[in-house]
């Protein structure tokens, strides 16, 4: 009989579920957008907080975000980064990634409540930010 040797699948040649892939680029984007605006908020928080005295701009959601102070912007520029991160693994088809992504999302949905009086919690991000780890989830299968 003829020996068939069938070429062994190695991880670099899976291939990555197109909603994986889309999911991925989405957290790739927002996340990456969200972890530069926040390092560079806490960077020239000083700066951000003259031009709100000085303009008096009234616009109380932005006052009130500022009032989480620099600790708020670099707890949420490492958050993001870590989910960025995550992304990255997942992108790679690593389950670590997923881990990752999940635990700094349920920090991000956290943190304001933690660092910023009276904030009023979200449900909308609480249903994205679900509606993302689901998504995730459905793919831990292809993730080694």
């Known amino acids: ?15 990555r579920p197109d909603l994986l892939t889309i999911l991925c680029i989405l957290t790739f984007i927002g996340s990456g957008m969200a972890a530069f605006s926040n390092l560079f908020i806490y960077l020239s928080f000083d700066e951000v907080m003259n031009i709100l005295g000085e303009f008096e701009i009234d616009f109380p959601e932005f006052k009130m975000i500022m009032s989480g102070g620099k600790k708020f912007f670099l707890t949420g520029f490492i958050f993001y980064t870590i989910s960025l991160a995550g992304a990255m693994q997942m992108w790679k088809l690593r389950k670590i990634g997923f881990h990752l992504y999940t635990g700094a ?11 910023i009086e009276n904030f009023q919690f979200s449900f909308l991000s609480l249903f994205v930010t679900a509606a993302f780890i689901i998504a995730y989830a459905s793919n831990l299968k292809y993730m080694s």
């Open 105 to 115: 999302q349920v920090f991000i949905l956290l943190l304001p409540l933690v660092l």
């Open 1 to 15: 009989m003829e020996n068939l040797n069938f070429p062994q699948i190695t991880e670099s040649q899976k291939k």
